[in-house]
């Protein structure tokens, strides 16, 4: 009868050990094919961001040959962010091509739409909000000394983010203003 009781007894142990082994290889596949995901998709995007300012500066600069080159560029980007990017980036991203497509191109509206991509694409990658702000001071000459200039790009973009339903930190706030 001890013989039975302790043959169950390790049978039953085998068993939960077996069913406990399964569920604990299961849940760490699992987890590892999520982390590749993630790992997948923020390598993809890793030089969105750069990409697109690399472009506005060069479309910026040049209107002859690179201006076909950029526009290759701007398609491989933008289907890499349909395929890889954020629901956030993607709408940016759709908004942006609309206005291209229906040629209702604002200069001021596309000066604020390319950081404000890049800042919800380095957002998505990094977690660090940045405001287009920063961007316009760095590469705009007449931001910090043109106040119509300064003010309209504020209201653009803070009109982009309600627009498009972004987060609120990528709004400019008021004290920025002139």
């Given at each position: 009868?001890?013989?039975?009781?302790?043959?169950?007894?390790?049978?039953?142990?085998?068993?939960?050990?077996f069913v406990v082994t399964y569920l604990g290889i299961r849940l760490n596949l699992k987890n590892?094919?999520?982390?590749?995901?993630?790992?997948?998709?923020?390598?993809?995007?890793?030089?969105?961001?750069?990409?697109?300012?690399?472009?506005?500066n060069k479309n910026?600069?040049?209107?002859?040959?690179?201006?076909?080159?950029?526009?290759?560029?701007?398609?491989?980007?933008?289907t890499t962010i349909y395929a890889y990017g954020s629901k956030e980036a993607i709408k940016i991203a759709a908004h942006m091509q609309k206005k291209v497509y229906l040629n209702n191109q604002d200069k001021w509206?596309?000066?604020?739409?390319?950081?404000?991509l890049?800042?919800?694409?380095?957002?998505?990658?990094?977690?660090?909000?940045?405001?287009?702000?920063?961007w316009f001071d760095m590469k705009l000459n007449d931001y910090n000394s043109d106040s119509e200039i300064h003010n309209k790009l504020i209201d653009i973009n803070n009109n982009l983010v309600r627009e498009l339903d972004a987060d609120k930190h990528f709004f400019i706030p008021d004290d920025r203003r002139m």
């Open positions: 009868m001890d013989n039975i009781a302790t043959v169950i007894i390790q049978s039953i142990i085998t068993i939960v050990g590892e094919l999520v982390k590749r995901k993630s790992e997948l998709h923020i390598e993809r995007m890793a030089e969105m961001p750069y990409k697109l300012l690399d472009i506005m910026n600069m040049q209107k002859t040959k690179a201006e076909s080159v950029t526009i290759e560029n701007l398609n491989n980007i933008l509206e596309m000066i604020c739409l390319y950081p404000l890049a800042n919800q694409i380095k957002y998505d990658i990094t977690g660090i909000f940045i405001t287009s702000d920063f």
